[in-house]
């Protein structure tokens, strides 16, 4: 099945602010409007109930210092050391 993307007269995109950018286009659930402009997308319920909300997780704080991956980042970092290759370009490796 084809989506019939629609052009909103008058419309501006909330990112860019351009008018006349935004088009929209619905699906059995849902309605959707991006921007071509800058890429701004959204969508929106055709029912009316809420958006389901994320659970709280250690993963994904709002805080880095809440982070799993904090700890990671705050450890010394390593010290990178030279390697030395000595070739003789005379003697083949037989």
């Known amino acids: ?48 109930r809420p958006e389901p909300q994320e659970i709280d997780t250690r993963v994904h704080k709002d805080k880095p210092e809440d982070r799993l991956s904090a700890k990671a980042k705050a450890s010394e970092p390593v010290k990178a050391e030279p390697i030395r290759l000595f070739l003789n370009p005379g003697k083949s490796a037989d």
Do not use: N
């Not at 995109?13 to 800058?38: F, L, S």
């Open 1 to 48: 099945m084809s989506v019939t993307k629609r052009f909103i007269a008058g419309a501006v995109c909330p990112r860019c602010g351009k008018m006349d950018a935004v088009r929209m286009h619905r699906d059995e659930e849902r309605e959707y409007r991006e921007c071509i402009a800058c890429g701004f997308s959204d969508s929106l319920r055709l029912d009316g």
